[in-house]
């Protein structure tokens, strides 16, 4: 019985490695912060800044991928420079996640890569749906095991080699 909880603690134990190694990269990798949160943010560095491209700002050459244009939010907005590869993806009224540098004393964020919109949340939910019932079944049929193991002993139709 104990090698049994041993075995489900270990499991459990690295779950939960693994959830903290998720998390960890999703705030790292995927995350993003809304025009609002990068005007009151007052650090440097790169950010994610998801927003929707304001109706009648965008101008400049979209196919030499230079571009200027207000992304905003519920709350806010934000003037975007982007310089990099042809966005395929850009147009107004399309809401976009914007990878570059945020200079705070110009309020202008500096973009130089545009990412894809993300909705993960089916994903976590597909894989809790998955995982929930294979660890109930593991668990319900290790215990099973056990149980049996038991019954085969006190019937005496088992006996050791020694």
Known sequence: MTGL?????????????????????????????SPSDLILS???GSFR??????????????EQGAVQFELVDDA????VQYH???????RELKTVVMIGTWDATARVFRAHEIALVSNYGFVASAYLLTFI??????????????????????????????
């Not at 990099?84 to 850009?90: A, I, M, S, V, Y």
């Open 49 to 62: 800044v998801q927003g929707m491209v304001k109706s009648g700002t965008l101008k400049g050459d979209v």
């Open 133 to 162: 019932p294979i660890g109930v079944f593991l668990f319900s049929m290790s215990r099973k095991v056990v149980v049996l193991m038991q019954a085969i002993k006190d019937s005496k139709l088992y006996e050791p080699e020694g």
């Open 5 to 33: 909880y041993i075995r489900w603690g270990i499991f459990v134990l690295l779950a939960i490695i693994l959830s903290m190694l998720v998390v960890r990269h999703y705030e790292a990798q995927l995350a993003t912060v």
């Open 42 to 44: 007052p650090s440097t």
């Open 76 to 79: 806010a907005a934000i003037r």
């Open 84 to 90: 990099g590869p042809p966005p395929e993806n850009l």
